[in-house]
């Protein structure tokens, strides 16, 4: 499934867990090499077990948490970013002041599929959408949303332009 709904129409998106590989294996190698040393009989001291395991549960709480934290949801009406557990931060901007929407993959993220998207305004802000799976897929969404907006911006200057002439 690409993405949550939360009512009809409206995009939810977490951080991807593909951006965080890279850190999930450094985690599992510091443990696994604990381990092999330990298997072979080498000396393997306690400060080594101990900074293995640490290395290992922040390599995966760390990630997990951004996660948990991050959602990002795009709807016909906004681009809202929300961040936080006990202080939550929204990052609001309406579809009406949205000029652009970039996407940015590096290579590595165009071979696992995911990247950011950056919404940029008017007057110069930005929303970062970062890190999350199949961005292709979700670039049309936020374009077919402008252009509902700029259809329905133009249907009211029509409108308006057929009431001031008569």
Known sequence: MLHDTKKSGDIVLKVARKAFLHIYVLASLAILTTLFLFILGKPTPLWMWIVSIIVLIMGVKIPELERFTTQYTISPDAVVVQTGIFTK?????????????????????????????????????????????????????????ITKRDTKEESKKVKHNARTTK
């Open 89 to 145: 931060r929204r990052q609001y901007i309406t579809m009406n002041n949205i000029i652009d929407v970039t996407l940015d993959q590096s290579v590595w993220q165009r071979m696992l599929n995911y990247g950011d998207l950056s919404v940029h305004t008017f007057n110069d802000d930005t929303i970062n959408i970062g890190s999350i799976n199949n961005p292709k897929e979700i670039l049309p969404h936020i374009e077919r949303f």
